[in-house]
C-alpha cells in the first residue's frame, strides 16, 4: 500500500511539473511576442533566454545569438553560440559568428565563418566581406579573385555601408569593390602607387562623396610625396 502511494504522490508530482512547464512556456512565448511588438530588445532576450531554458534547442539558441548581434552585443552573442567553425552550423548560425567576431576584431576567425557563408550561397555582399578580410589578412591574390567577381556581379541599386565617419553613409559596391582594387593593388606592389590610386579615383567617380577612398587617396599621394625609407 505505501508503494502503491510513493508511485501515485512521484507520478503526481510529474504531472504537475510538467503542467508547470507548460504554463511557463506559454506565459514567455506571450511575453516574448508582447516585447517585439513594443520593440523592447532588452525584453525579448529576456523572452528568449527564458524559454530556452525551459526548452533548449538549436534554433532558440541561434535565434536569441542573433538578437544579441543584431543589438550590437557581440561578446553576448558569441557566448551563446560559440567561436567554432562547424559545418553543420544553420545559416543564421554562420551569420551571427561572422559578423559578431568580425565586430571583434577577430578577422581570420570571421573569415571562416563568411567562407561557409559564400560556399553555400555566393553573392557580392559575401564576396565584398570576404575581399576585406583577405585583405586584412595578408591574402591579396585570393581578395583580388573576390573583387573582380564583385565588380562583375555588382547592380546599380546594390549599396555597402561604411561607419568611420559619425554619420554612417552608403556607397554603390561597385564602387566599394573598385575602392579594394586599388587597396590590393598598393599591397601587391608599393612601388606603383599610381596605380593603386587610379583605380581610386574611378571609385570617386562612381560615387564622388566616398569618404574613405578620399582619405586613402590623400594617404597614398602623401605616401608618393614622401616615400618610404630602408636601412
Same mark, same amino acid.
Not at 5 to 13: A, D, E, G, Q, R
Not at 68 to 75: D, G, P, V, W
Not at 104 to 109: A, H, L, Y
Not at 140 to 156: F, V
Given at each position: 500500500?505505501?508503494?502503491?502511494?510513493?508511485?501515485?504522490?512521484?507520478?503526481?508530482?510529474?504531472?504537475?511539473?510538467?503542467?508547470?512547464?507548460?504554463?511557463?512556456?506559454?506565459?514567455?512565448?506571450?511575453?516574448?511576442?508582447?516585447?517585439?511588438?513594443?520593440?523592447?530588445?532588452?525584453?525579448?532576450?529576456?523572452?528568449?533566454?527564458?524559454?530556452?531554458?525551459?526548452?533548449?534547442?538549436?534554433?532558440?539558441?541561434?535565434?536569441?545569438?542573433?538578437?544579441?548581434?543584431?543589438?550590437?552585443?557581440?561578446?553576448?552573442?558569441?557566448?551563446?553560440?560559440? *567561436?567554432? +567553425?562547424?559545418? /553543420?552550423?544553420? %545559416?543564421? #548560425?554562420? $551569420?551571427?559568428?561572422?559578423?559578431?567576431?568580425? @565586430?571583434?576584431?577577430?578577422?581570420?576567425?570571421?573569415?571562416?565563418?563568411?567562407?561557409?557563408?559564400?560556399?553555400?550561397?555566393?553573392?557580392?555582399?559575401?564576396?565584398?566581406?570576404?575581399?576585406?578580410?583577405?585583405?586584412?589578412?595578408?591574402?591579396?591574390?585570393?581578395?583580388?579573385?573576390?573583387?573582380?567577381?564583385?565588380?562583375?556581379?555588382?547592380?546599380?541599386?546594390?549599396?555597402?555601408?561604411?561607419?568611420?565617419?559619425?554619420?554612417?553613409?552608403?556607397?554603390?559596391?561597385?564602387?566599394?569593390?573598385?575602392?579594394?582594387?586599388?587597396?590590393?593593388?598598393?599591397?601587391?606592389?608599393?612601388?606603383? *602607387?599610381? +596605380?593603386?590610386? /587610379?583605380?581610386? %579615383?574611378? #571609385?570617386? $567617380?562612381?560615387?564622388?562623396?566616398?569618404?574613405? @577612398?578620399?582619405?586613402?587617396?590623400?594617404?597614398?599621394?602623401?605616401?608618393?610625396?614622401?616615400?618610404?625609407?630602408?636601412?
Amino acid at each position: 500500500m505505501k508503494r502503491l502511494l510513493l508511485i501515485v504522490s512521484l507520478v503526481f508530482c510529474v504531472t504537475i511539473s510538467a503542467q508547470t512547464k507548460s504554463e511557463l512556456e506559454k506565459h514567455f512565448e506571450a511575453f516574448y511576442n508582447e516585447m517585439r511588438l513594443q520593440g523592447d530588445v532588452n525584453g525579448v532576450i529576456n523572452a528568449m533566454t527564458h524559454l530556452n531554458v525551459l526548452s533548449p534547442s538549436i534554433e532558440r539558441r541561434d535565434t536569441l545569438a542573433y538578437i544579441y548581434a543584431n543589438n550590437n552585443q557581440h561578446l553576448q552573442a558569441l557566448n551563446t553560440i560559440g *567561436i567554432e +567553425k562547424n559545418e /553543420a552550423d544553420s %545559416d543564421l #548560425a554562420v $551569420q551571427v559568428k561572422a559578423i559578431s567576431l568580425k @565586430a571583434m576584431n577577430q578577422p581570420k576567425r570571421a573569415l571562416e565563418q563568411f567562407e561557409i557563408l559564400y560556399k553555400r550561397t555566393p553573392s557580392p555582399y559575401l564576396a565584398y566581406e570576404l575581399a576585406d578580410l583577405k585583405i586584412l589578412t595578408g591574402d591579396n591574390p585570393g581578395a583580388s579573385t573576390l573583387i573582380e567577381y564583385g565588380i562583375a556581379n555588382s547592380k546599380d541599386d546594390m549599396k555597402y555601408a561604411y561607419y568611420e565617419r559619425q554619420q554612417p553613409y552608403e556607397v554603390p559596391l561597385k564602387a566599394a569593390f573598385t575602392y579594394l582594387k586599388g587597396l590590393v593593388q598598393y599591397n601587391m606592389d608599393k612601388n606603383d *602607387i599610381d +596605380k593603386a590610386i /587610379a583605380s581610386i %579615383d574611378e #571609385a570617386l $567617380q562612381i560615387e564622388p562623396n566616398f569618404n574613405l @577612398a578620399s582619405l586613402s587617396k590623400q594617404a597614398l599621394e602623401a605616401r608618393k610625396e614622401t616615400p618610404e625609407t630602408t636601412d
